[in-house]
């Protein structure tokens, strides 16, 4: 079984390379990509992924806002945000919006795909340096 993944990031190159580390592993599928907080709404729920990797500034509704509706109109997904921010701040709102997983930019590829397995096995991943944050 496939696990099914919406990449929402409002640049290209990141939405590309994330593509290409995904789908490089054996079990996942990108199945859609978004560069805004309203389109990835309109794609979780046109694709219903089990998991929505997505960054928190975007246009026109951010990452954690979106987390938030995704929430409550497929809560079955689950999302991780791969973020540059690692304040306390964006950390809590982003798990309180309802985010299993918390990732900053400059973490490894592998580190992704590790986010991925561990949210759809049910468990909360947080980077080593997130963690050591909160």
């Known amino acids: 079984m496939n696990v099914r993944i919406v990449i929402a ?8 390379g994330l593509r290409v580390l995904i789908e490089q ?3 996942l599928q990108v199945v ?12 979780v729920r ?25 929430s409550e109109i497929r809560p079955g997904s689950r999302v991780i945000i791969l973020s540059m921010h690692s304040t306390t701040e964006h950390i809590f709102q982003a798990l309180k ?10 973490s490894a590829g592998h580190e992704v795909i590790t986010a991925v397995r ?17």
């Open 118 to 134: 561990e949210v759809t096995s049910g468990r909360r991943y947080l980077s080593e340096r997130i963690s050591q944050t909160i």
């Open 9 to 16: 990031d409002d640049h290209q190159m990141m939405r590309d």
């Open 46 to 70: 046109e694709h219903r992924p089990d998991v929505v990797v997505m960054d928190v500034a975007m246009p026109g509704l951010n990452g954690i806002e979106a987390t938030r509706k995704i």
């Open 97 to 106: 919006a309802g985010a299993q997983g918390y990732l900053l930019k400059e």
């Open 32 to 43: 859609a990509e978004a560069d805004s907080g309203l389109m990835v709404i309109d794609l």
């Open 25 to 27: 592993e054996e079990g």
